[in-house]
Nanobody, 123 residues
C-alpha cells in the first residue's frame, strides 16, 4: 500500500516555474515507478511524466518535453516535477501516481493516486 500526497501547486504567470512534490508513505516506495498526470476541466486525464524505480529512466509527454523534469529521492520517499516555461495550456489538476510496472503511460494502469494539486497558469 502506498499513500501519496501532492503539494506545490498554485497560480503562476505564463513563462514562470513551479515545482510540484509528492510525498509517499510506505516502505516499498522505491519499488514503484512514479508518474505525474494532469486533468484540465472538461478533458481526460493525461500522462505528463514518469520515472522508474531507480530514477535512471524517465519519460515525458511531447507537450512538456524540454520544459518539465521529473525526479525522485528514494531516501525521502518523494518525487518531484519541476515545471519551467509554463503555458496557459498547462493549467490543470496535477496528480502523482505509483505503478508496480515501469514505463507505462496509461492512467488506468497506475495502482495508487494522490488527491491532486491545482496549477493555474495565467496568460
Amino acid at each position: 500500500q502506498v499513500q501519496l500526497v501532492e503539494s506545490g501547486g498554485g497560480l503562476v504567470q505564463a513563462g514562470g516555474s513551479l515545482r510540484l512534490s509528492c510525498a509517499a508513505s510506505g516502505r516499498t516506495f522505491s519499488s514503484f515507478a512514479m508518474g505525474w498526470f494532469r486533468q484540465a476541466p472538461g478533458k481526460e486525464r493525461e500522462f505528463v511524466a514518469s520515472i522508474n524505480w531507480s530514477g535512471a529512466n524517465t519519460r515525458y509527454a511531447d507537450s512538456v518535453k524540454g520544459r518539465f523534469t521529473i525526479s525522485r529521492d528514494n531516501a525521502k520517499n518523494t518525487v518531484h516535477l519541476q515545471m519551467n516555461s509554463l503555458k496557459a495550456e498547462d493549467t490543470a489538476v496535477y496528480y502523482c501516481a505509483a505503478d508496480r510496472i515501469p514505463f507505462r503511460t496509461a492512467w488506468t494502469e497506475f495502482d495508487y493516486w494522490g488527491q491532486g494539486t491545482s496549477v493555474t497558469v495565467s496568460s
